[in-house]
């Protein structure tokens, strides 16, 4: 999803594009000179994934040499910070990368130029988003970016750990859980060998997903109220709690790496994005990808979008020449999906090359029944509250009702306070 390193970009390319903007320069050349649009590129790739966005800004290059993109990749905990900065300062890149659930606090700041002439022209990929897709990048009938992935939860699993502890089919293949009896069978019979048969990883993405399938629900359908403290939440956090607590199958989550478990062969199961898929990859384990089974009567798996926007505003040229390169990106989903995505275009994923990814394929199975995070523009305050009451139930410092119902209450107490400061404009859940 995101990385950790950082690209060295050269000094004097930083300096034009921190300084000059959109630039035209004239090709030195003999004869009528042409220009060379310069464009900038931000996003938060800094890791293994870094080097295909590199080559996809490479081959785009080479085939237009009309236009020049360069790119700036940052720390993912830095990223938002600085891109929302220098965008209200009037100095942001002409083409940047917003997740899905970020979207609406961009939008509002006016941060995202109004895409839909663009769509409309020639009917551009008419039909080739999920309706459900394509609505988190639409604002009032206007579409302000372009999705390009879908990155879902699913289930990785060790095949290995799978066969010694018998779980598997009539052909002797190992058969990953697809409901509650399954999962909770799995990791009896893989405690059972002395390792761990499943351990909770990024605490949000598994509880939001456990969640929305036990039924609950977050947000009042116009937004403006939190409803954390759900039934359908309380309950299924509950029944996360008791694995830990009252069963004592799951480990809780102070202490310990799970992804280091996990990649060390001792761990039988982890619900995960599937931005992992290259990480536990070059692990040396068998490797299993399943979708999340379902542990409620609903199905559901979170998910998520990067999502292609422009800064509005920009000159016709460079307006053009940015709209022909996030065509380019969108275009170019299959050698995105090699990263660890699911492309967002629907043709792309009929192909048989993408049929040829089975770890992708599977996790893209699962997007009919998926959903995006809140579409809120408080949801960095919503995300730190729900960590928050989450982390202390499952390390047993707290009730799931009480703990959910007063983070609830410090969310409204949020949006209240974003109510005033910016109108009554209602939230988009």
């Known amino acids: 999803m995101t990385g950790r390193a950082r690209l060295v970009v050269p000094g004097i390319v930083l300096l034009c594009a921190f300084i000059g903007g959109a630039v035209l320069r004239p090709w030195t050349q003999s004869g009528s000179p042409p220009k060379v649009t310069e464009l900038r590129w931000w996003n938060m790739f800094a890791g293994p994934d870094g080097g295909r966005t590199l080559g996809l800004v490479k081959k785009f290059n080479a085939a237009h040499p009309d236009v020049r993109v ?21 100095r942001g890149p002409e083409i940047f990368v917003v997740h899905a659930d970020v979207l609406p606090r961009f939008e509002r700041a006016g941060l995202l130029e109004d895409l839909e002439p663009d769509f409309n022209q020639h009917g551009w990929a008419k039909g080739d988003f999920d309706p459900s897709v394509l609505a988190v990048v639409t604002f009032r009938g206007h579409r302000r970016a372009v999705p390009w992935d879908i990155h879902p939860l699913g289930l990785y699993y060790n095949a290995e750990l799978f066969r010694r502890a018998g779980l598997v089919d009539e052909r002797g293949q190992p058969r990953p859980p697809t409901d509650r009896t399954e999962f909770l069978t799995a990791i009896r019979k893989i405690n059972e060998l002395g390792e761990k048969g499943f351990a909770f990883s990024w605490l949000r993405t598994n509880l939001l997903t456990i969640m929305r399938q036990f039924g609950g629900r977050l947000f009042r359908e116009d937004g403006r109220r939190c409803t954390l403290d759900d039934p359908g939440n309380i309950e299924a956090l509950q029944f996360c709690a008791d694995l830990i607590h009252r069963e004592h199958l799951v480990g809780a989550p102070q202490g310990g790496d799970p992804f280091a478990g996990f990649r060390q062969g001792h761990i039988g199961m982890i619900m995960e994005g599937i931005w992992m898929i290259a990480d536990f990859g070059r692990a040396d384990l068998d490797l299993g990808v399943a979708p999340a089974p379902r542990l409620g009567p609903v199905p559901a798996v979170w998910m998520n979008s990067h999502c292609l926007a422009m800064r509005p505003g920009l000159p016709p040229l460079v307006r053009e020449a940015a709209w022909k390169f996030i065509r380019f990106l969108s275009e170019e989903g299959l050698d995105w999906a090699g990263a660890g995505q699911i492309p967002a275009r629907i043709s792309l994923r009929q192909t048989p090359a993408f049929r040829a990814m089975p770890a992708q394929a599977a996790f893209a199975s699962q997007i009919g029944h998926g959903f995006y995070p809140p579409r809120v523009p408080i949801s960095f ?12 139930v499952l390390r047993g410092e707290a009730e799931p009702g009480p ?13 209240e306070r974003d109510r005033k400061a910016h109108g009554s404009e209602e939230g988009q859940p």
């Open 70 to 90: 360069s790119m700036q990749r940052m720390d993912a905990g830095l990223y938002y910070n600085k891109l929302f900065v220098a965008g209200l300062a009037g």
């Open 403 to 415: 703990a959910l119902r007063e983070a609830a209450a410090r969310v409204n107490l949020a949006l």
């Open 381 to 392: 305050e919503f995300s730190a509250e729900f960590d928050l009451a989450v982390e202390k």
